[in-house]
């Protein structure tokens, strides 16, 4: 199985910066796309932002040019700095990795547990 933990979550005020911080662990073989999920109260999860293998970067738009994802492969972890937040950024961030436990097995998603941002105004 594949383990993620993430830290980093908290209460800031609004223009305020976090990072966030997820690990993967357990049995794997490579990981492919890293990413970051949010959700707020009453709305759907939607993607933040999601960083390749190779470094390639998507990213909301509502969070372009505040917020930077980036990586570390050799401790397959993946970061979330969010400079300028708003009140509006407040959610439940989950990371997200897609990876393979085997070279037989095909890719899978997994998922964090959450971490509690809250942006105050």
């Known amino acids: 199985q594949v383990q993620l933990v993430e830290s980093g979550g908290g209460l800031v005020q609004a223009g305020g910066s976090l990072r966030l911080s997820c690990t993967a662990s357990?049995?794997?073989?490579?990981?492919?796309?890293m990413g970051w999920y949010r959700q707020a109260p009453g709305k759907q999860r939607e993607l933040v932002a999601i960083?390749?293998?190779?470094?390639?970067?998507n990213y909301a738009d509502s969070v372009k040019g505040r917020f930077t994802i980036s990586r570390d492969n050799a401790k397959n972890t993946v970061f979330l700095q969010m400079n300028s937040l708003k009140p509006e950024d407040t959610a439940v961030y989950y990371c997200?990795?897609?990876?393979?436990?085997?070279?037989?097995?095909?890719?899978?998603?997994?998922w964090g547990q959450g971490t509690q941002v809250t942006v105050s105004s």
């Open positions: 960083i390749t293998s190779g470094g390639s970067t």
């Open positions: 357990g049995s794997i073989f490579s990981i492919n796309v």
């Open positions: 997200n990795v897609r990876a393979r436990r085997t070279w037989l097995e095909n890719e899978n998603a997994y």
